[in-house]
């Protein structure tokens, strides 16, 4: 998924790419997405099949507030978007009625596949554009439904197992979709950054693998440590999640996030990235990153092992049943070690912002600044055969531009030459 240009002052070639690639990124999404719900409806009917009504009304009311959260955003973005991109879908009492039923999410992933699949076959510019932007905001709504769904069914289901001491085959496939789904939402979001970047610098097999590593040893660490504690304390994760949301939610207020074009919508944002924070990192604003990931990796380490001394603490002497999980917890911290390194490595080596950026020059942006409230459009001439020139109209996804810029121009020396709203090294 690529996008032509590099801001108001400058835009690069024109058109965007999307491949086959891009297509199957987005089957394999939507069948993740499908998969796991699948997994999901079977653990909930096995736990309330055997009587454990508890667990499985917990894993239906994490289903259902991850769906409802989903649905919200996204009927939130149809409202805000721009009326010729709502041209081709439903009335909006038609796109209303179905996010109320929660089909609205699955129906973005299929529109989506529609729209893909005729891009690939026709190749029409400004088809493409569209099948661009509505891929970023699937991208979106695919991490906000992980982490409210899948990351918080990962504590539970290891929770469970280690309460019972034994791991039933439904256990195992939620754990294991649940895994699946959120090394496909962070690759997926880091796909959907980079695609503003010059073909260059698109995701690549180092990139994508460092990436993904990383962020999986910094989250099973974390995931580990809390399952444990909810074993010792299961009357106390409640408050020590509460307690921790709370902190991130100020600390992402301080920030002063524009992400939503609503202003009343942007405390919701804020309340989710919050959730995100509670099991790993996600950075919501401009500059440089390094300090503010030094003070969050230093309080997640620190909260994770006063997780991890209660639980050693409370199960000291070690018996049987109980030596399994504290070799997994022995191995958590080189695993937090290893994430940190390799996200140093990621940052060293792999980051666009420090690969040398040539500016670029093309033809015009129609509207402006792209950190406003507004939607930015572009308007490119494209020559056709025989010197004919026909304007080609589209538009920006806003809210994929704030958080790449936030992601690559923050360290950036390129970026601190551009206006507001223009990254030196995009392709919007």
């Known amino acids: ?125 400004k088809d493409i554009a569209y099948a661009v932007f509505l891929s970023h905001d699937i991208s979106f709504l695919r991490l906000f439904e992980t982490f409210l769904e899948s990351a918080p069914q990962l504590v539970l289901g290891l929770y469970i197992i280690l309460c019972t001491k034994k791991a039933e085959i439904f256990q195992v496939l939620g754990i ?6 959120i090394a496909w939402a962070l690759l997926d979001y880091h796909q959907t950054l980079r695609s503003f970047l010059r073909e260059k610098h698109k995701l690549g097999r180092r990139s994508s693998t460092i990436y993904f590593l990383w962020n999986f040893l910094l989250v099973c660490p974390r995931i580990l440590c809390l399952a444990l504690f909810a074993v010792v304390f299961p009357s106390y994760i409640s408050l020590h999640f509460l307690a921790v949301w709370s902190a991130m939610f100020l600390w992402v207020t301080l920030q002063g996030t524009d992400f939503m074009e609503h202003a009343a919508f942007e405390w919701p944002y804020r309340a989710v990235v919050a959730v995100i924070l509670y099991f790993c990192w996600f950075n919501v604003a401009e500059g440089k990153t390094c300090y503010r990931s030094a003070i969050y990796y230093t309080f997640l380490l620190v909260d994770s092992a006063i997780l991890a001394v209660s639980w050693l603490w409370n199960t000291v002497p070690l018996n049987y049943d109980s030596h399994f999980a504290a070799h997994a917890l022995y191995a958590a911290l080189p695993c937090y070690v290893a994430g940190i390194l390799l996200r140093s490595v990621y940052y060293k080596c792999l980051h666009p912002t420090l690969q040398a950026a040539v500016p670029v020059t093309g033809d015009e942006m129609d509207n402006v600044d792209l950190a406003g409230k507004g939607m930015a459009a572009f308007r490119q001439l494209v020559v056709r055969g025989h010197g004919d020139q026909e304007a080609i109209r589209g538009y920006v996804n806003r809210r994929a531009y704030g958080l790449a810029q936030s992601f690559f121009a923050g360290t950036s020396k390129v970026a601190q030459h551009q206006g507001n709203g223009t990254l030196g090294d995009s392709c919007l």
């Open 1 to 125: 998924m690529a996008w032509s240009g590099c801001g108001p002052s400058c835009n690069a070639p024109w058109p965007p790419r999307y491949r086959y690639w891009d297509l199957a990124f987005a089957l394999m999404g939507t069948a993740a997405f499908l998969v796991d719900l699948g997994a999901d409806a079977w653990v909930a009917a096995s736990y309330l099949k055997a009587g454990d009504y508890h667990w499985g009304g917990l894993v239906l009311g994490l289903l259902a507030l991850s769906s409802l959260v989903t649905q919200f955003f996204s009927c939130a973005w149809y409202w805000s978007d721009p009326p010729d991109l709502m041209e081709a879908l439903p009335a909006r009492r038609t796109l209303l009625v179905l996010h109320i039923l929660q089909l609205g999410y699955l129906y973005r992933c299929f529109y989506v596949l529609k729209v893909g699949f005729r891009v690939c076959r026709t190749k029409a510019d």
């Open 176 to 181: 294991c979709t649940s895994f699946l789904c």
